[in-house]
Nanobody, 125 residues
Framework: QVQLVESGGGLVQAGGSLRLSCTGI????????IAWFRQAPGKEREGVAC????????NYADSVKGRFTISRSIANHTVYLQMNSLKPEDTAEYYC??????????????????WGQGTQVMVPS
């Protein structure tokens, strides 16, 4: 079955960095808009960032602007989320999803039909 898969999560101290990866199983995501979401315990799933198809336009949630960068590698058939200056409030399960990226603002959960199973990021306080 076609799906997305995430990798790269782990535990990192505050101020550190992680890079998450998203790739397609059963399809190539090179020309699909891809978003990253996260969900912390007891909280709603929230949009973090997205990258458009065709022109690689990007959008970010205010909480991660200046710290996180979403990017695409055509050679690796992968969308990345580079997370720098991590904070305890970044602790969550991170998911990639397709196939949409809005013109502005963070991605909205109801626009996405394809989801990965998540990768956990922990930033202790």
């Amino acid at each position: 079955q076609v799906q997305l898969v995430e990798s790269g999560g782990g535990l990192v101290q505050a101020g550190g960095s992680l890079r998450l990866s998203c790739t397609g199983i059963g399809f190539t995501l090179d020309y699909y808009a891809i978003a990253w979401f996260r969900q912390a315990p007891g909280k709603e799933r929230e949009g973090v960032a997205c990258i458009s198809d065709r022109d690689d336009r990007t959008n970010y949630a205010d909480s991660v602007k200046g710290r996180f960068t979403i990017s695409r590698s055509i050679a690796n058939h992968t969308v990345y989320l580079q997370m720098n200056s991590l904070k305890p409030e970044d602790t969550a399960e991170y998911y990639c999803a397709g196939d949409y990226c809005s013109d502005s603002g963070p991605p909205a959960i109801n626009e996405y039909d394809y989801w990965g199973q998540g990768t956990q990021v922990m930033v202790p306080s």
